[in-house]
């Protein structure tokens, strides 16, 4: 419900022009903020009162703001997407923070990330990986019946659970090693389990795997940052599979 | 003008088919000569460009977010309809046809509507092999569920997830092409022109959104896969970067824009909170399977929902629509819900909403299968609202959803300027007046697996590859004009922010052009509208510079547009002097209230001709026939 | 040879070395435990050495497994740190822990501690190295170990290695699992739970020793 109560809060947000720049945190207070708002919409307030005063406005990446085109990236206080669980920046809630906290808002960091500008991240890298094999080889146009290919509820459910990955990057931003490990084998799982992408499961997994380690991002050491860091709740059971599959694929 | 939609005559089954055959080929070993520039990236893009580029044309794709699949379809909940028939309940092709055409309220064209349905089945077997996630039952079948405005179960998802589940598949095909080279990918690249030289379309001009830089791309076709134009009311569904920039600037190009005043209020929206919302969040339709919706019976009352006894609430659907009840579809739903607080029954902040209950299906079901079926839906509401909707009511209002009007198409989803073809939401083609549920992710997919491959085949083999260069006047001229149109922008440098500008044009258009019009309001706002549009180009203020990664100035130039756009749509709104579908004129009701058509005077599709930004449109005319469903009254009752 | 170069099959390489390292530890403190049995230790170290061509067979394979397991171990990890050269000014943890963001310091560590370990016990260069000859003729380990253990600089830094090698098995044990792909959603918490109790037993077990020679509970 409504709270009348407003708060003052203080941000240190990360400004940075360029990839080459350098960077650093900026202060700035966000006042009169409603817990009701969202915390996109309290960053939309300070930039508006930026561009009155002739100053830059903070750049983010955000889009549909309903947690599901993973467009936002913002570490805020040291967690991806706010910390709160399963929820992206955009449905993270000011009723979240307290009057007079100060928040620290950085981009995602990692060699694969390079920053765009201020928390603008380019994420290409995650297309990269999906480039090198996530899909199944499917024609337009002569396929089987839907019928066909039956998939039992419990394999479709695993598939799905896989396929909620919104490839925000939250996974890589949250991982001490910024490795895409929990990324790449949502994709690879989804794949794997179901009938129509089993024929080419071997040559994805490795392609997959291998435009990770080129696109620069870090292994994975099992410290299942990633999944507390996931917006979907992404479950670190499908890099186990990952890793079950690569072993299949090379032996 | 009359407009000819160029559809196939005959028995209207067989018209698709005998198109198909009647359509002209590209030699396999020609195609890689043909460059086609698709514009946009969701299920119409991203299924246009790898169908195509899988084809071995050559295909530039553009968007304007970091990822193609990031693009808005990925936000749609409920499902998409297929003509499958699998549960046995009766469904066919002939009744998903009947069923939209009806739901459109008789304004949509019979064979693009009959395409679709054919073709639907097709989408669904596509996905499946693509990997998509449909539901599923314990045996392995395909699972389904009815969806509002239909009596048969043909909605097939993939939990509450079913747009984002199609987009990453039609993404994924992308994908491949990408890496197979028959598709280049431009990220954060938005289009800013179209370029057309002796007539046809043969390129677009561009603002790279990290450099700045403006160039142009020339190709033998465009494929505007663009989405839709809801954002005009400011607070909707849509994504924030959804707007209205690329159909306009090939509206202001040639191409006609049809029927821009029907647009999609969706029901179960989270109602607002207050004015400093950036967007309005949509509730999946599935809701009102289980859900019911209600007001309390006694003006303002201001009593808690477990307060209100039974016989003080008005179960308002039910009341008035016995058969369909809660799934009537959406205009009347939200329409009703509008009525509802209009008559000072609405409940929540500013009166604005109405009750969606589940415990009577709690009651039945029991909390675990509500849970089980909208349990991510619950919880993102309560994200929002912070209230627990399997104990207190779902609050709900309706909010700018969809918009069935766009650029003019004939049955080759090719618009009037050769060359330009329009898919998805972009276009106008087979939703008519109103879009029934699970049909936007149909059509989108319909048109970028099934049609556009075929239906640009026809073009390009009647056009030499190539015939415009990168050197073409045409293309420094569109440049130069982007290039001034900016920093005109930039120039500017005035006292209010563009934000403001977009809220306050926002208000104009829902105040006026929402969910009721009338000759008076829309006069109204066409006062308004333009001097809006003069003061923004006065007194916007628009920060940092064109040559740098630069969000303001994006939203200023869709803003711009809208303030152009707004007015269009307007102006069909007060033309369009009957109420159909989503556009409702309240000089055109039933004695109930329901919309009230006039089939003698506008049984067609307005497409309005670009003359001027401060000059009037010129309208064009396509006549609707309707030979296999007959023009009746829509009833849901 | 993707083992050797894949991200993946690197990571496998870390588990099963590891694992083997794990069994190494088993049989190793199985036969440390010995020394609770009087003349126990004395006994088994004569039958282990008794067959030279075991025994060097033996080290031979540890030290392969060792090398392979260190090597990738700083590999990765300078990978690792390369992939994310910017720290965030505040890093706020949820799941990582000291066990699992140490491992890198943790193996080094240990590293270390073998080699003095060796040079001790089995080169037997240190200072501290009292050997002499048990009543039976055979090479007293037993006097030599409680002798040096009796030091209590010693027997400190060797409960101190223990609790590093807690550390390090306790993300190590349950990782295995995690890289060889054997787990799911109810397998995870337990196989986690597996690795820290497997990562106590050697900690007690290992730690016992120098602890009840430094305390006088177990006499020389």
């Given at each position: 419900m409504s709270h009348d109560k407003t708060m003052n809060l203080t941000l240190h947000v990360w400004r940075q022009n360029g990839p080459k720049d350098p960077g650093k945190f900026e202060v700035y207070e966000a006042k009169n903020v409603s817990p009701d708002q969202s915390f996109l919409e309290m960053l939309d307030e300070v930039n508006e009162d930026l561009i009155k005063a002739g100053k830059d406005p903070i750049a983010f990446d955000h889009d549909c703001r309903e947690g599901i085109c993973g467009m936002c990236s913002q570490?805020?206080?040291?967690?991806?997407?706010?910390?709160?669980?399963?929820?992206?920046?955009?449905?993270?809630?000011?009723?979240?923070?307290?009057?007079?906290?100060?928040?620290?808002?950085?981009?995602?960091?990692?060699?694969?990330?390079?920053?765009?500008?201020?928390?603008?991240?380019?994420?290409?890298?995650?297309?990269?990986?999906?480039?090198?094999?996530?899909?199944?080889?499917?024609?337009?146009?002569?396929?089987?019946d839907g019928n066909a290919l039956l998939v039992p509820k419990d394999i479709a459910d695993y598939a799905m659970d896989a396929a909620e990955c919104i490839g925000c990057g939250a996974c890589v931003a949250g991982c001490p090693n910024g490795s895409a490990m929990l990324f790449t084998s949502a994709k690879v799982s989804q794949l794997a389990v179901l009938p129509q992408g089993k024929a080419e499961a071997k040559r994805r997994v490795q392609e997959m795997t291998g435009a990770l380690q080129e696109c620069g991002f870090g292994n994975c050491t099992n410290h299942y940052e990633c999944q507390a860091a996931c917006p979907k709740g992404i479950n670190v059971k499908f890099i186990a599979t990952l890793n079950r599959e690569y072993l299949k694929s090379i032996f | 003008m009359i407009l000819d939609g160029k559809c196939p005559t005959g028995p209207i089954e067989k018209t698709w088919d005998k198109h198909?055959?009647?359509?002209?080929?590209?030699?396999?070993?020609?195609?890689?000569?043909?460059?086609?520039?698709?514009?946009?990236?969701?299920?119409?893009?991203?299924?246009?460009?790898?169908?195509?580029?899988?084809?071995?044309?050559?295909?530039e794709a553009f968007c304007y977010q970091d990822s193609p699949r990031r693009a808005h379809s990925i936000a749609a909940q409920g499902g998409i309809n297929a003509a499958k028939n699998y549960p046995n309940d009766g469904d066919s092709i002939y009744r998903l046809f009947y069923d939209t055409i009806k739901g459109g309220d008789f304004r949509a064209r019979e064979a693009d509507v009959w395409r679709?349905?054919?073709?639907?089945?097709?989408?669904?077997?596509?996905?499946?092999?693509?990997?998509?996630?449909?539901?599923?039952?314990?045996?392995?079948?395909?699972?389904?569920?009815?969806?509002?405005?239909?009596?048969?179960?043909?909605?097939?998802?993939?939990?509450?997830?079913?747009?984002?589940?199609?987009?990453?598949?039609?993404?994924?095909?992308?994908?491949?092409?990408?890496?197979?080279?028959?598709?280049?990918?431009?990220?954060?690249?938005?289009?800013?022109?179209?370029i057309v030289v002796d007539g046809e379309a043969k390129g677009i001009t561009v603002r790279d959104m990290v450099?700045?830089?403006?160039?142009?791309?020339?190709?033998?076709?465009?494929?505007?896969?663009?989405?839709?134009?809801?954002?005009?009311?400011?607070?909707?569904?849509?994504?924030?970067?959804?707007?209205?920039?690329?159909?306009?600037?090939?509206?202001?190009?040639?191409?006609?824009?049809?029927?821009?005043?029907?647009?999609?209020?969706?029901?179960?929206?989270?109602?607002?909170?207050?004015?400093?919302?950036?967007?309005?969040?949509?509730?999946?339709?599935?809701?009102?399977?289980?859900?019911?919706?209600?007001?309390?019976?006694?003006?303002?009352?201001?009593?808690?929902?477990?307060?209100?006894?039974?016989?003080?609430?008005?179960?308002?659907?039910?009341?008035?629509?016995?058969?369909?009840?809660?799934?009537?579809?959406?205009?009347?739903?939200?329409?009703?819900?509008?009525?509802?607080?209009?008559?000072?029954?609405?409940?929540?902040?500013?009166?604005?909403?109405?009750?969606?209950?589940?415990?009577?299906?709690?009651?039945?079901?029991?909390?675990?299968?509500?849970?089980?079926?909208?349990?991510?839906?619950?919880?993102?509401?309560?994200?929002?609202?912070?209230?627990?909707?399997?104990?207190?009511?779902m609050r709900i209002y309706p909010a700018p959803h969809y918009s069935m009007g766009g650029l003019w198409v004939d049955y080759n989803c090719e618009s009037n300027v050769p060359g330009l073809f329009v898919l998805g939401e972009a276009n106008f083609s087979v939703h008519g007046a109103n879009r029934l549920g699970a049909s936007a992710l149909m059509q989108g997919l319909a048109d970028g697996y099934f049609v556009i491959p075929y239906t640009i085949a026809n073009y390009l083999a009647k056009t030499a590859p190539g015939k415009v260069k990168a050197d073409n006047p045409e293309c420094k001229k569109s440049v130069d004009d982007v290039n001034n149109n900016l920093k005109k922008l930039m120039s500017i440098n005035g006292k209010k922010t563009v934000s403001e500008f977009h809220r306050e044009l926002g208000r104009i258009m829902w105040e006026n052009v929402g969910m009721a019009r009338s000759e008076q309001s829309c006069k109204e706002a066409l006062k308004k509208i333009p001097a809006l549009r003069e003061e923004f180009w006065k007194n916007v203020k628009v920060s940092g510079s064109g040559a740098q990664f630069n969000q303001d100035l994006?939203?200023?130039?869709?803003?711009?547009?809208?303030?152009?756009?707004?007015?269009?749509?307007?102006?069909?709104?007060?033309?369009?002097?009957?109420?159909?579908?989503?556009?409702?004129?309240?000089?055109?009701?039933m004695p109930d209230g329901e919309a009230k058509r006039d089939d003698e005077n506008f049984c067609h599709a307005a497409a309005w001709e670009f003359k001027g930004v401060n000059a009037e449109p010129e309208l064009h005319i396509e006549?609707?026939?309707?030979?296999?469903?007959?023009?009746?009254?829509?009833s849901y009752k | 040879m993707q083992l050797f170069t894949s991200t993946v099959g690197r990571k496998v390489l870390m588990a099963i070395t590891g694992q083997f390292l794990v069994l190494f530890i088993?049989?190793?403190?199985?036969?440390?435990?010995?020394?609770?049995?009087?003349?126990?230790?004395?006994?088994?170290?004569?039958?282990?050495?008794?067959?030279?061509?075991?025994?060097?067979?033996?080290?031979?394979?540890?030290?392969?497994?060792?090398?392979?397991?260190?090597?990738?171990?700083?590999?990765?990890?300078?990978?690792?740190?390369?992939?994310?050269p910017d720290t965030y000014a505040v890093k706020n943890l949820k799941k990582a822990t000291l066990s699992s963001t140490s491992m890198l310091y943790t193996g080094l560590l240990l590293l270390a501690f073998i080699l003095y370990h060796l040079l001790q016990f089995t080169v037997r260069a240190t200072p501290d190295i009292r050997v002499g000859v048990d009543a039976l003729g055979r090479v007293d380990v037993f006097g030599m170990?409680?002798?040096?253990?009796?030091?209590?600089?010693?027997?400190?830094?060797?409960?101190?290695?223990?609790?590093?090698?807690?550390?390090?098995?306790?993300?190590?044990?349950?990782?295995?699992?995690?890289?060889?792909?054997?787990?799911?959603?109810?397998?995870?918490?337990?196989?986690?739970?597996?690795?820290?109790?497997a990562a106590v037993v050697f900690l007690i077990g290992y730690a016992s020793i120098p602890f009840v020679i430094v305390t006088g509970i177990l006499k020389g």
């Amino acid at each position: 419900m409504s709270h009348d109560k407003t708060m003052n809060l203080t941000l240190h947000v990360w400004r940075q022009n360029g990839p080459k720049d350098p960077g650093k945190f900026e202060v700035y207070e966000a006042k009169n903020v409603s817990p009701d708002q969202s915390f996109l919409e309290m960053l939309d307030e300070v930039n508006e009162d930026l561009i009155k005063a002739g100053k830059d406005p903070i750049a983010f990446d955000h889009d549909c703001r309903e947690g599901i085109c993973g467009m936002c990236s913002q570490v805020i206080n040291g967690m991806a997407h706010g910390g709160q669980d399963r929820t992206t920046v955009c449905q993270l809630h000011m009723r979240m923070f307290k009057d007079g906290d100060t928040i620290y808002i950085e981009p995602w960091r990692a060699r694969a990330f390079p920053i765009v500008k201020d928390l603008v991240v380019d994420r290409g890298a995650l297309d990269t990986i999906i480039q090198a094999g996530g899909y199944t080889s499917a024609h337009t146009g002569g396929v089987a019946d839907g019928n066909a290919l039956l998939v039992p509820k419990d394999i479709a459910d695993y598939a799905m659970d896989a396929a909620e990955c919104i490839g925000c990057g939250a996974c890589v931003a949250g991982c001490p090693n910024g490795s895409a490990m929990l990324f790449t084998s949502a994709k690879v799982s989804q794949l794997a389990v179901l009938p129509q992408g089993k024929a080419e499961a071997k040559r994805r997994v490795q392609e997959m795997t291998g435009a990770l380690q080129e696109c620069g991002f870090g292994n994975c050491t099992n410290h299942y940052e990633c999944q507390a860091a996931c917006p979907k709740g992404i479950n670190v059971k499908f890099i186990a599979t990952l890793n079950r599959e690569y072993l299949k694929s090379i032996f | 003008m009359i407009l000819d939609g160029k559809c196939p005559t005959g028995p209207i089954e067989k018209t698709w088919d005998k198109h198909r055959f009647d359509m002209k080929l590209v030699n396999p070993a020609n195609k890689r000569k043909y460059k086609i520039l698709v514009v946009g990236t969701g299920l119409a893009g991203g299924a246009a460009a790898a169908s195509l580029g899988e084809l071995g044309y050559n295909v530039e794709a553009f968007c304007y977010q970091d990822s193609p699949r990031r693009a808005h379809s990925i936000a749609a909940q409920g499902g998409i309809n297929a003509a499958k028939n699998y549960p046995n309940d009766g469904d066919s092709i002939y009744r998903l046809f009947y069923d939209t055409i009806k739901g459109g309220d008789f304004r949509a064209r019979e064979a693009d509507v009959w395409r679709l349905a054919q073709v639907s089945n097709n989408i669904i077997d596509q996905c499946v092999a693509q990997g998509v996630p449909f539901a599923r039952d314990y045996a392995g079948y395909l699972d389904n569920r009815s969806f509002g405005g239909a009596q048969v179960s043909r909605t097939f998802y993939a939990r509450g997830q079913t747009g984002q589940q199609l987009l990453l598949g039609a993404y994924s095909a992308l994908a491949r092409q990408i890496k197979a080279g028959t598709v280049k990918m431009f990220n954060r690249t938005e289009m800013l022109d179209l370029i057309v030289v002796d007539g046809e379309a043969k390129g677009i001009t561009v603002r790279d959104m990290v450099t700045g830089e403006i160039r142009s791309h020339v190709g033998d076709a465009v494929v505007l896969c663009t989405g839709g134009y809801v954002n005009v009311f400011y607070l909707s569904t849509n994504a924030m970067g959804c707007s209205v920039t690329a159909a306009w600037k090939a509206h202001r190009k040639g191409a006609f824009f049809a029927n821009p005043c029907y647009t999609q209020i969706h029901p179960t929206c989270i109602p607002q909170h207050g004015d400093k919302q950036s967007k309005l969040t949509l509730m999946s339709e599935s809701l009102r399977n289980d859900g019911r919706c209600w007001a309390p019976k006694n003006k303002g009352d201001k009593r808690a929902p477990g307060e209100i006894p039974e016989e003080e609430r008005d179960y308002y659907l039910e009341r008035k629509y016995p058969s369909f009840g809660n799934l009537a579809p959406r205009d009347i739903a939200s329409r009703a819900a509008k009525e509802q607080c209009d008559d000072d029954r609405g409940v929540g902040p500013g009166g604005r909403g109405v009750y969606l209950d589940f415990a009577a299906s709690i009651k039945r079901l029991g909390e675990d299968t509500i849970r089980e079926r909208y349990g991510n839906l619950f919880e993102m509401y309560e994200k929002i609202t912070d209230e627990n909707a399997y104990k207190v009511p779902m609050r709900i209002y309706p909010a700018p959803h969809y918009s069935m009007g766009g650029l003019w198409v004939d049955y080759n989803c090719e618009s009037n300027v050769p060359g330009l073809f329009v898919l998805g939401e972009a276009n106008f083609s087979v939703h008519g007046a109103n879009r029934l549920g699970a049909s936007a992710l149909m059509q989108g997919l319909a048109d970028g697996y099934f049609v556009i491959p075929y239906t640009i085949a026809n073009y390009l083999a009647k056009t030499a590859p190539g015939k415009v260069k990168a050197d073409n006047p045409e293309c420094k001229k569109s440049v130069d004009d982007v290039n001034n149109n900016l920093k005109k922008l930039m120039s500017i440098n005035g006292k209010k922010t563009v934000s403001e500008f977009h809220r306050e044009l926002g208000r104009i258009m829902w105040e006026n052009v929402g969910m009721a019009r009338s000759e008076q309001s829309c006069k109204e706002a066409l006062k308004k509208i333009p001097a809006l549009r003069e003061e923004f180009w006065k007194n916007v203020k628009v920060s940092g510079s064109g040559a740098q990664f630069n969000q303001d100035l994006e939203n200023a130039g869709r803003v711009a547009d809208f303030l152009e756009f707004g007015e269009l749509l307007t102006r069909d709104a007060l033309y369009r002097n009957e109420s159909c579908g989503g556009h409702f004129r309240v000089e055109h009701q039933m004695p109930d209230g329901e919309a009230k058509r006039d089939d003698e005077n506008f049984c067609h599709a307005a497409a309005w001709e670009f003359k001027g930004v401060n000059a009037e449109p010129e309208l064009h005319i396509e006549p609707l026939k309707f030979e296999n469903v007959h023009l009746a009254i829509r009833s849901y009752k | 040879m993707q083992l050797f170069t894949s991200t993946v099959g690197r990571k496998v390489l870390m588990a099963i070395t590891g694992q083997f390292l794990v069994l190494f530890i088993i049989v190793h403190l199985l036969g440390n435990s010995s020394i609770f049995i009087p003349g126990g230790i004395n006994a088994y170290a004569e039958h282990l050495h008794a067959l030279p061509p075991l025994v060097w067979g033996f080290r031979l394979v540890i030290l392969c497994v060792a090398i392979i397991h260190i090597f990738f171990g700083v590999q990765l990890s300078l990978e690792n740190r390369a992939a994310n050269p910017d720290t965030y000014a505040v890093k706020n943890l949820k799941k990582a822990t000291l066990s699992s963001t140490s491992m890198l310091y943790t193996g080094l560590l240990l590293l270390a501690f073998i080699l003095y370990h060796l040079l001790q016990f089995t080169v037997r260069a240190t200072p501290d190295i009292r050997v002499g000859v048990d009543a039976l003729g055979r090479v007293d380990v037993f006097g030599m170990v409680t002798n040096s253990f009796s030091h209590g600089i010693i027997a400190f830094l060797y409960i101190a290695a223990m609790v590093v090698l807690f550390l390090h098995l306790s993300h190590g044990i349950q990782s295995f699992f995690q890289t060889m792909g054997w787990n799911n959603e109810k397998s995870l918490p337990v196989f986690g739970k597996i690795g820290k109790v497997a990562a106590v037993v050697f900690l007690i077990g290992y730690a016992s020793i120098p602890f009840v020679i430094v305390t006088g509970i177990l006499k020389g």
